[in-house]
């Protein structure tokens, strides 16, 4: 068990658990879809940005990439860039391929595509590499407190 599966259970949220053979060294999204026979937007890539005003957490589609502009804006933030992998595993507490927007050390800001509510769940990682959950973007949301808008290209 994760730390993001044990905050799942303790929030009595209602997720999925898919597990699968993670031997991808890069383009996690790509990798977890293949193995689970998903579509690639709905695998959703948890990444981490950072600008003067603090970092934030952007969940999008892992079939493109978060446009940093809208995504500044969505969180109310003048500028953003991405954050290195090395400081994303040490902010979160989690691996890069199995960072997951759940439990992270420290919660911050996160906003999620608005694509997600294409769908009537949506795959984040669970915590670990070979691990995601299925959740609704509207349980996501609340469980994050997270802001919904169209942030990915």
Do not use: W
């Amino acid at each position: 068990m994760t730390p993001a599966i044990l905050f799942l259970e303790k929030q009595q949220a209602t997720f999925t658990l898919y597990q699968y053979e993670c031997t991808a060294q890069d383009d996690f999204g790509a990798h977890a879809a293949g193995q689970l026979g998903v579509p690639l937007n709905r695998v959703f890539k948890t990444l981490l940005t950072e600008g003067e005003q603090g970092a934030v957490v952007a969940l999008v589609p892992s079939s493109g990439k978060v446009n940093l502009k809208r995504l500044a804006k969505a969180a109310g933030m003048k500028k953003l860039e991405m954050m290195p992998p090395h400081k994303a595993e040490r902010l979160t507490g989690f691996k890069v391929g199995g960072i997951s927007p759940f439990a992270q050390k420290k919660r911050l800001p996160t906003v999620i595509d608005a694509s997600a509510h294409d769908h009537d769940s949506v795959l984040v990682s669970g915590g670990k590499r070979g691990l995601s959950v299925g959740l609704a973007a509207q349980d996501i949301e609340r469980l994050l407190n997270a802001v919904s808008a169209p942030i990915a290209e």
